[in-house]
């Protein structure tokens, strides 16, 4: 029997996953109406798109959700449960591209298990990609996401904000560019890593080597992979579980995403696993 067999008698996929948890959302919330509780414990956001000017001859954005001390939000792969939050630019005017990029986790502690997300405000920086670049982007967002306290709560927001590529307001660009800063550099397989191969003595777990001593490593796979949170078995070498795969597959030739977590550093490294499941 393998690890993953001895660890889940129960594999729940990730569609009936979330699934539950918006009746779980939507439970909680009806009970957080009646006349007793209402809006006692709801978590509340706000949700703001802001002009970051221009950085490197780019325009920058930044989406930012603003919550109260202690309620958390969700990074684009939420953990053990929770919802990560989806982007909808398709009412911009002038737009090519909007490229999110995501500000290294937390690894956050709460009853249902692990989540990777952030506590209080947090600002997603967004490159913008003009069609036409002599005219301004009417940069124009719905967003789906989630907030949790003590009960959890999703959420549709919408702003918008234009861009014109010719001004820097106020400490905007200076808030953006400190979560810009936060996010993890993508760098080739071997920057950070020397070697990433299947646990001979687990099938079902991934051994990774690393070069310096890390606070965390969190392993993205293709859909239907779920990884489980990685464990340091030296300072040099962590193992992570395989939590849940598509049945009759392995992970020969599979990408998966490896995102480096240290005091002083993050780095994110795409790899493509041989037919061993191995890169050395």
Known sequence: MSVLKKQFNITVSMHSFVALFLLIIVLTSSFARTPQAANA???KAELTLINAGVRDGVLLAGVEIAIEPHIKTYWRMPGDSGLPPVFDWSRSENLASAIVRWPKPERI???SGTILGYYDDVIFPVEVLPKDAKKPVH???????????????????????????LEQIGP????????????????PFGYTTTSVSQDPNMPDALLVSVKEPL??????????????????????????????????????????????????????????????????
């Open 41 to 43: 414990n709801l978590p």
């Open 109 to 111: 502690q709460d009853p």
């Open 139 to 165: 940069l124009v967002l719905k967003l789906d996401y989630a907030v949790c306290g003590d009960l959890c709560v999703p959420l549709t927001g919408d702003a918008d904000v234009t861009l014109t590529g």
């Open 172 to 187: 905007n660009p200076t808030r953006v560019n400190a979560f810009l800063a936060r996010v993890p550099k993508s760098v």
């Open 215 to 280: 606070t965390d490593l969190i392993v993205e796979g293709p859909e239907g992979w779920y990884f489980g949170d990685a464990k340091p078995i030296s300072p040099s070498l962590w193992r992570i579980f395989v939590l849940q795969h598509p049945t009759s597959t392995t992970l020969s030739s599979k990408t998966l995403i490896f995102t480096f977590i240290s005091n002083t550093f993050a780095t994110e490294t795409t790899v493509t696993l041989d037919a061993t499941g191995s890169i050395r």
